[in-house]
C-alpha cells in the first residue's frame, strides 16, 4: 500500500526551531521566489487558539526567519525533497478573529541600514557594473555573486536613492537580472539562463489552472536612443532592430555601446509581454524562478517559457502546489541589427530625410513623389534592407521580396534628391505593395 504523499514547512525563527512548536497550528505556509527585480516572499499563516501569538510569541518586525519546505513520498513512495527558501526579515504582522490567527509576512532583503535604509548621493564614475555592485555589497557586509560580461559605466549618479533601490535600477538599465537571496546579492545576464536546457515538460494535464496570452501592446520590434559622442561632442541617434513598433528612449547615453546596451535592455523587458504563461500545478522540485521549462499537449501555446516568478503554497493539510508566472523564450533583441545617424540637427544640408510609409505607397510611388523618379526605387530600398526586411518578417514573410512587400508605420531613410535616375535597378512590378491583409 503507498503512503500518502504530504508536505511540511520547517521553520526557524531567531535562530531557533520552532517547527515542532508550531506544528499542529499552521494553516498555511507560501514562498514566492522572483527571478529577478523584486525580493523573494514567505508567507506565515498560523491559527493562535491559545493567543500565545498576541502575547509572548508576537512577531516583530526585522525579526530574522529561515524557511524549509520538505516533501515526502510526493510523486510515489520513497520521493523525499526538500526545498530551501532562505532567510527572511518579517515586515508585515497582521492579527485577528475569530477564529484566532497570526499572519507574518517576510522579505527575503536583509534588514541593513547600509543597503536597504540609507539613503545615499553619490556620482560614480569610470566603473564597471560589477565594481558598483561590490563597493555596495562590501559596505552592507552582503556577498555578491556576478555572472555577466564586464559593462562599463562613463558616469551614473545615484540621487538620494537606497543601494538597494539604486542597485535594482542599474541592473535594470543595463539588461541584468538581480535578486537578493540568503543575504547574498545574485546578478546574473538572464540570456545565458533562457538559452539553457528545459528543466521539465509540463503537458496539459498536469495542469489544475492555466492562462495563455500573446499581444501586441507594449511590446516592440525596435528602439531609438539619443547619445552625445564626447570627442566631437555631435549628437547621434542609435537604431536597435526596426519594423513599425519603434520605442523612443530618453535614456542618457555616453557612448554608441552603451547606448545600444540601454535600447536593448529596454526592448528585451518589455518584449517579455508579447507571450505569457501562466498555471498553477502540483508542486515540483523543478519549478524554480530564472529556469526554463517546455509547455507542450496545449496548440498555440507549446514552447519554452523562462520562469519569472514561482509561488508554493503548503496547506495546513499536507497539500501543496505551484503557481508560476512565465514568459516565452525567443522574444530577445540582443542580435538585433544597430544603426549609428546624427541627429537630423546633425545631418548635411545635401542629405536625406525620412518618410513613414502610408497605406497604399510602395517603394515605386515614394520615390517618384520624394526624389522626382520611380525608378531610383532601388537606392530607398539598398538605403533600408534590414528595416524592410524586417517588418515583413514581422509580418509572417520569409522575405519582402526587395521590396515588392512593404507596410504602413515603416519609417524609411530617403537619400538625397540629387542621385540620379538607374534604370537597372529592377522591373516596376518589383518595387513595392501594401499587404492588405
Known sequence: MSRARRAGVQIEYEHVDITEDIAGSIA??????????????????????ERRWLGGWAPQKGDRISANMTFSDWLGDGDHWGMYCGNFQVDDVSMGGPPAGCNIGAVSIPRKEAFNEE?????????????????????????????????????????????C???????????????????????????????????VSLKFEDFARYTYNSTMAGTYTGAKVSYSDPGSSEDYVVTVGGGSRIKEMNAEADSAEDAKRKAVAALNNANKKAVTFSGTVMARKELIASQCITIAGFG???????????????????????????????????????????????KPSGGGTTYTVQKGDTLWTIADELLGSPLRYAEIYNLNRE????????????????????????????PAAGGEDDGEQGNPDRAGVINQL
Open 387 to 414: 528595416t524592410i526586411e524586417a517588418a515583413a518578417q514581422e509580418r509572417g514573410k520569409k522575405d519582402s521580396s526587395n521590396g515588392h512587400w512593404l507596410f504602413p508605420g515603416t519609417q524609411l531613410q530617403i
Open 28 to 49: 498555511s505556509f507560501s514562498y514566492t521566489d522572483v527571478a529577478s527585480g523584486a525580493a523573494d516572499r514567505i508567507s506565515l499563516e498560523v491559527e493562535d487558539r
Open 119 to 163: 539613503e545615499r548621493t553619490k556620482n560614480w564614475e569610470e566603473v564597471t557594473v560589477r565594481e558598483i555592485a561590490a563597493e555596495i555589497a562590501g559596505r552592507a557586509g552582503i556577498e555578491l555573486y556576478y555572472e555577466a560580461d564586464e559593462i562599463p559605466v562613463r558616469a551614473l549618479e545615484q540621487d538620494k536613492q537606497t543601494d
Open 300 to 346: 498555440v501555446p507549446d514552447g519554452t517559457y523562462y520562469l519569472d516568478e514561482v509561488n508554493t503554497k503548503i496547506g495546513g493539510n499536507g497539500a501543496s502546489q505551484q503557481t508560476f508566472k512565465a514568459h516565452r523564450v525567443g522574444y530577445r533583441m540582443d542580435d538585433a541589427v544597430v544603426q549609428i545617424d546624427p541627429t537630423e540637427e546633425e
Open 165 to 199: 533601490k539604486f542597485l535594482y535600477a542599474v541592473c535594470e538599465k543595463y539588461g541584468l537580472a538581480m535578486k537578493v537571496f540568503g543575504e547574498k546579492i545574485i546578478i546574473f545576464d538572464e540570456a545565458r539562463y533562457e538559452a539553457a536546457p528545459p528543466v
